[in-house]
């Protein structure tokens, strides 16, 4: 069930990025760049025969192989349950969704279409790229927190904690110590 609604989250993440991309390659293209916000944000049509920032140019057919990849690395993750809770599959949906959109690009168009560019941020990219880095930077924390979150976990007072995954897909810590006596016998009533 999970793995559905990530698929379907990561489906419209992907099809919104298309009809962007319809709309900017029908409009933009012929126009090459339009500011949106004076000295803040244009839309500049871009055709990325590369990866993110326009680095490594002209390798269609491994990026694919790699995009398809790292999609089926996460849809494993998912289902073998290496991470759960709901930061996870929020984050998975927009990894996949945007990894998605762009492979669209590369198989179909043998480019992907990047359009918005920051002033403060020069390469030109689009919103599966956002949706991508934004995927990847919640990942990143969330790593993070479950590392810190498991030393804090080891390195207790010796209590033996046990870690389950409740319904909704969060991780829940028990002392089994609870109910115990300090000599291990059970407090009973």
Not at 29 to 37: K, L
Not at 158 to 177: F, H, I
Request: aromatic fraction near 12%; charge should be negative.
């Amino acid at each position: 069930m999970i793995l559905a609604i990530i698929l379907a989250s990561a489906a419209g993440i992907a099809a919104i990025d298309q009809i962007i991309k319809y709309f900017i390659v029908q409009g933009l293209a012929p126009n090459g760049s339009v500011t949106v916000i004076n000295g803040l944000l244009s839309l500049t049509y871009v055709e990325n025969r590369g990866v993110a920032f326009g680095m490594f140019q002209n390798h269609v057919w491994v990026f694919t192989a790699l995009t398809s990849a790292l999609i089926a690395v996460f849809i494993w993750m998912i289902v073998r349950k290496k991470f759960s809770g709901k930061l996870f599959y929020v984050c998975a949906a927009l990894m996949i969704g945007g990894g998605i959109g762009n492979l669209i690009d590369r198989i179909f168009r043998g480019f992907v279409v990047d359009y918005l560019s920051l002033s403060f941020f020069p390469p030109v990219c689009n919103f599966a790229d956002y949706c991508i880095t934004a995927g990847a930077v919640m990942l990143v924390f969330i790593l993070l927190f479950k590392s810190s979150r498991d030393k804090t976990l080891k390195e207790g007072d010796g209590a033996k904690v046990k870690e389950t995954v409740s319904s909704d897909g969060a991780s829940v810590s028990q002392d089994e110590n609870a109910g115990n006596s300090p000599d291990g016998e059970e407090n009973g009533d």
